[in-house]
């Protein structure tokens, strides 16, 4: 397997890091994540200009990417500037928009913000039971339901709606005036809404859309394990840091061999985490998509929770403060094993791929 990134994402990759650590630094991100609307339009709008969308869609859609490894060069890099600019919902926005064939114009410019409704409160994670229905109506789809926790919903102009039409789920396309978002921040930073339905309009995009759902979720599962290595690697990187300086019984605590075998063990898991991303990244458009995404999650999962738990222990009650940046990559780190599936879910899906294989 080629480890490497290739000259073009590495370019991608430097010219993206330059830009967060230079316009997105802790302060800056400290005073966005938090307040209304949960992210920085003037950033989103400079994540345009440097092209950072067109690396989420294939050339022949107007962009210069859309492959697997195209989004973990993103998705690491926001991860490691704790970046709560909403590009999960228009990363999973694009491969909905690309399979049914309709434009994504608005989306690589950042003109049009996107948000990608599935979950709701009965079913969190995948497509099984979706409860929000769509019927016609004169000509018209009428939707009818509630969609929980949706990533960015605060902030879009378009809402893409799973939700059951006839024998099968449906994608379709809502505008956000017509639509109740009742918009919140999340613990980690960043915004999401509750997104209420009732008998709203609505245009079909995709019939018979499982697969298209399914891929969907599976690259935006993806983007989150990416963007879970970039905050294991700060992480680390804040600690060895921490180690090295803070001294106690006139001697650095790094020197002490505990605490050196802990962060090797740390750094162990952490390059783990790194592999299976990577294995997950290379397989995307397989027929083993799903199931390398959902054993990456499973591990990434158990990892960031090691890593936030050890990282708060070895600094001690600093940690904890609001003031130290390592807090709020600790709650990130959690709250990723949290989205689009946690380490259970996702183990469920490898054992059920197994069982079926």
């Known amino acids: 397997m080629q480890f490497e990134m290739s000259e073009e994402r590495r370019l991608l990759a430097d010219t993206l890091n330059r830009y967060l650590s230079e316009n997105y630094g802790w302060e800056t991100r400290a005073a966005t994540a938090y307040d209304p609307p949960y992210h920085s339009p003037k950033k989103w709008a400079d994540l345009a200009e440097l092209g950072i969308f067109h690396a989420l869609a294939p050339e022949a859609e107007g962009g210069f990417g859309g492959a697997g490894f195209d989004v973990t060069t993103v998705f690491e890099a926001l991860g490691r500037a704790l970046c709560p600019e909403p590009m999960l919902p228009a990363l999973m926005a694009a491969r909905l928009l690309l399979a049914a064939d309709a434009s994504i114009d608005g989306l690589l410019s950042g003109e049009m913000r996107y948000a990608v409704a599935v979950g709701e409160a009965d079913a969190p994670y995948g497509i099984e039971g979706l409860a929000t229905e769509a019927r016609q109506e004169g000509g018209t789809w009428l939707l009818r339901g509630r969609k929980s926790v949706v990533y960015g919903a605060q902030a879009a102009e378009r809402i893409l709606v799973a939700a059951q039409a006839g024998a099968g789920l449906g994608v379709f396309e809502v505008k956000a005036v017509d639509v109740e978002v009742a918009g919140y921040g999340l613990i980690d930073g960043g915004g999401a809404g509750e997104v209420l339905l009732d008998d709203t309009p609505a245009t079909l995009l995709i019939g018979d859309a499982d697969a298209a759902l399914q891929d969907a979720l599976d690259f935006g599962a993806l983007a989150l394990c990416a963007e879970a290595v970039g905050v294991l690697d700060h992480m680390f990187e804040t600690t060895l840091d921490y180690l090295k300086t803070r001294k106690q019984f006139g001697r650095s605590i790094g020197s002490f061999q505990a605490l050196q075998h802990r962060m090797v063990d740390l750094k162990t898991e952490?390059?783990?985490?790194?592999?299976?991303?990577?294995?997950?990244?290379?397989?995307?458009?397989?027929?083993?998509?799903?199931?390398?995404?959902?054993?990456?999650?499973?591990?990434i999962g158990r990892t960031v929770k090691l890593t936030a738990e050890e990282a708060v222990q070895m600094h001690g009650g600093i940690a904890m403060t609001w003031e130290y940046p390592l807090s709020h990559y600790a709650k990130r780190a959690v709250m990723i094993d949290h989205q689009l599936g946690d380490t259970d879910y996702h183990l469920e899906q490898v054992m059920a791929a197994y069982r079926a294989a």
């Open 270 to 299: 952490i390059e783990q985490a790194r592999s299976i991303t990577i294995l997950a990244a290379s397989r995307m458009g397989t027929d083993q998509q799903s199931r390398s995404v959902s054993m990456a999650k499973n591990l």
